[in-house]
DNA sequence: TTGTACGCGTTATCAA
DNA sequence: TTGATAACGCGTACAA
């Protein structure tokens, strides 16, 4: 700084005036600076603009350490982060160290705020970070959002849309599959729950049969899930799903005992990456999940916050997109026979 | 830091000592000043202490903008770089301008050295973070490695297993798809060439027929795969994969055309994430990209570099492990027809 | 509009 | 084994 000072004949305050644009100063010796920058290749110290302004320009994403796909909503903030002048760290948290974690992100000052994901209904990190003074902003919902920032997938419009766009085709009898995060560490989570509260709210305003299955995470899912339907709920023939990755297993079983799709049974899925659903035979059709919009919208909240822009409270609920396709739904089959178990 | 000097009844270089391991301190007065540390709750600064010892602690993750799916890779390097007492910051930076993300990384002291993914055969940014002097470590391989540390997924040594696996079942034909990315911003990505050139050496040296097919991105590639198979190489009875997309595609086309996978035709995915695989019915065997040691080894590497301790260059060949399962894999059929284009 | 000088919270050098 | 003190590079209040 001092030698882009001396090029440019000033001192090394009005360098810094120019470089963060704090004062006014004359277009000729801004112009001399910026060329003596320019020569010079300088680029002010990141650390030393850190002590002395008392703001790292860097945003922290925290995660469970387990969560092994961030997917495209990370790659989004980090990008909205970039463009607004901001970096992305990644944060991995312990489930049990959660709260030294907090503690050290707020007071090593390595970050200026947080984004939170995998937000429980209950989430311990929130009081931490508020006690703390931290700004952050979740990516989700705790049950209480009172005075609290949050950017989520509107699970419950919709849930609710998926509904009603199965009974507008005379679907009487419908399905819900969600993960059941019961014992790990997402116990709590929250997306789950309010998938099914919606699902069973808006299937009684309407009155329609709903079945419900929290089913562990993995592809075998879906054949489990095909079985509890003809132990359970035979009558049905419309699916919601919430489980990404029970559609494979789902289909396939239903493929090989003849069940079609979607003659015989009408699939949703909500919340999933689009292409996910694509891949399924037939493709799935899916209300995709606001991934880019979620993770931009967010560093954007979180920067605003920091930059005291705002004051309310931000708390922005981002429904699905419409699915693009209606493959694997169809109008009810009026007179189909329960659903069985036997392979052809 | 004063504040626990003072409670401790010691000067602040004292806590340095402690803080950072740095010289002896004698226990009582460590024990004093832990306490002191404890009791107060202090983290040092993280910007204070990368001015002063030049080091950040941090190092960066380079990606193309255009790359959405991080992955397990960018999770485990996370994870091993906190456990070495680094952060991980994020940098995507544009195709054109990744010169200047290069050196404002490096001039602004953000992070002491990079990580980069997508790496090309040509890489522009190899020759500017070795002008630059900024230590860094490849997650990939440019063409030629002089003295340059990496860490990559050995496709030479898989590709040439998968040929060996599917020889010794008798197979005379086989086929490889892998993503086409010219005219992508992807162009020169390496793994795609240096699979086709293993693919093609290892048929010859073994006499048998080989077709290759490079095909764009998405599901779609699939289908337009099997009809080029028909078209091109109807006498194929084995194939490998490195598109994943194209592997869902592949099945489903090939079961409406009644191609029984695997015993007309098998098919093997190598360097793909395991649960995709298992989502195609049948499941497709795959030579699991082995995402997660590749992450952490990567930043391993990095560190390492970063602390002095390794002379030598650090270049890491990771051949992806052996499939956990055979089940689109089978014997070649003797007498299957050729490969038609009409389904049933 | 520009310059001077202090402080930000550490680490590192040197002396005790 | 401990302490005093000078950097580290920048932002900013205040003076000119």
Known sequence: MQQVADRANV???TVSFVVNDT??????TRARILQAIDELGYRRNAAARTLASRHSHVIALMYPLSEHHLSEFVTAAAAASARLGYRLILWPTHGDDAASEVTSLVKSGIADGALLMEVKLEDE???MLRDADAPFVLMGRTRDTTGIDFVDVDFETTTTQAVGQLARLGHQDLALVVEDNTDTPLAGYAPAARTEQSFVAETAARGLGAYVARLPRGPAAGSAFADLLVQHAPDTTAVISLHNDANFGLVNTLRRRGVQVPRDLSIITISA???LGALCDPPITTYPQPAEELGRRSAEALIARLQGSEEEPIQLLIPCEHPSSTSSVATAARDR????????
């Open 273 to 275: 990456p689009e292409r």
């Open 11 to 13: 001192s090394i305050s």
């Open 23 to 28: 004062k006014p100063v004359s277009p000729e």
């Open 337 to 344: 026979a329960p659903l069985t178990g036997a392979d052809l």
């Open 125 to 127: 990190r929130v009081a």
